[in-house]
């Protein structure tokens, strides 16, 4: 193995990585703390790690330091000559993807890039020679080994997200079809104030609403631990939180579009009872509440998961 990798700072310093506001960039230099949260994300065993936003590096070198194999999406291409020297350092173990977390299918790259869990049960002799032979087909930059189907492989993602694409991003992973996706954990940081609103029941009224619908529908979300902005660089203006997803394999049945149409008019209008705001469906709001068993003046804040969904599938039976 190389020297040792050079301090987080003199990296920042030396590729002049000035954190931008426009791309969330507020980075972690402290490793008691990159290593709590690599931690978090643990054991990694055969669990391949889709990391959005290695930034310069910092989480990245602690999820890697713990033995975790990673892919690296990241936007800004000033910070790739820093995240080289840490995958030449730990050769074969870090994909890079130079990309927008935003417009990547993130289990399509674990397709791509993580290789099959080996499993003596399942793998067969056929099977067994067919991965040795693969080996002239390995990625050059990673030494992964491309490959086709994810039924055995194992992910996670873990990430200090950019806060002005976090939420979007969680949407559109939970969200995704087929569900359960490859993940089978997700450990993120958001700011304080979007973990409550992931890990809201209708008992915490003012933060329940759609985001909490969605992720409450397919996966259990809880909060790990806060962090505090002093903790980062720059500075934000408000304490983040490291929370961890943990996807439910068999949630009600509904369509993820439908629980968006009527989660986005009935939490539109969150003050209104439901045969008024579930009208912006272009509806029969009445006959939607009927047919998902809801009191018609109920508010949005007094319906749960079961509801929502019951709701959803009403408007996709109409
Ligand atoms: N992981 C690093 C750390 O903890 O120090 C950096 C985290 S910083 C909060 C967010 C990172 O996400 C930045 O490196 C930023 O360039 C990157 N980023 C922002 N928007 C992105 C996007 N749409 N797709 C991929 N990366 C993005």
């Known amino acids: 193995m190389a020297d040792a990798l050079p301090p987080l700072r003199e990296v920042v310093a030396r590729y002049g990585l000035d954190a931008k506001r426009s791309l969330g960039q507020n ?3 402290d490793l008691n703390l990159t290593a709590r949260i690599a931690r978090a994300a643990g054991p ?3 669990t391949t790690i889709v990391e ?4 310069p590096g910092g989480l990245t070198r602690a999820l890697l330091e713990q033995g975790a194999r990673v892919i690296a999406v990241e936007r800004d291409p000033r910070c790739l000559p820093a995240l080289a020297e840490i995958a030449a350092y730990y050769p074969g173990r870090l994909t890079i993807i130079e990309g927008d977390a935003l417009e990547m299918d993130v289990a399509a790259l674990v397709r791509s890039y993580a290789p099959v869990v080996p499993d003596a049960r399942e793998m067969s ?3 067994s020679s067919a991965k040795s032979d693969s080996a002239v087909a390995m990625d050059s930059r990673s030494g992964l080994r491309p490959v086709g189907n994810d039924s055995r492989r194992s992910a996670r993602i873990c990430a200090n997200l950019p806060y002005n694409v976090a939420t979007a991003l969680l949407t559109k992973w939970i969200a995704a079809e087929p569900w359960p996706s490859v993940f089978d954990r997700y450990v993120l940081m958001f700011q304080r104030e979007v973990a409550l609103r992931i890990v809201a029941t209708p008992k915490e009224r003012a933060d329940y609403g759609r985001l909490a619908v969605l992720c409450g529908w397919r ?3 809880r909060i790990l631990f806060d962090v505090s902005p002093a903790a980062f660089t720059p500075p934000p203006k408000v304490t983040s939180s490291v929370i961890e997803l943990t996807p439910n394999p068999k ?3 509904c369509d993820p579009r439908a629980l968006a149409r009527v989660t986005q008019a009935a939490f539109g209008q969150r003050r209104k009872m439901l045969r008024q705001s579930l009208k912006s469906l272009g509806v029969d709001a009445s006959a939607l509440l009927a047919a998902a ?3 018609e003046t109920k508010r949005a804040e007094e319906i749960d998961v079961a509801g929502f969904v019951a709701l959803a599938n009403a408007l996709s039976a109409q």
């Open 125 to 127: 002799d056929r099977e």
């Open 52 to 55: 959005i936003g290695p930034g």
């Open 251 to 253: 949630p009600l049945h």
């Open 219 to 221: 996966t259990k979300a």
């Open 44 to 46: 990694f065993d055969d």
């Open 27 to 29: 980075f972690l230099f």
């Open 293 to 295: 068993g809801i009191d």
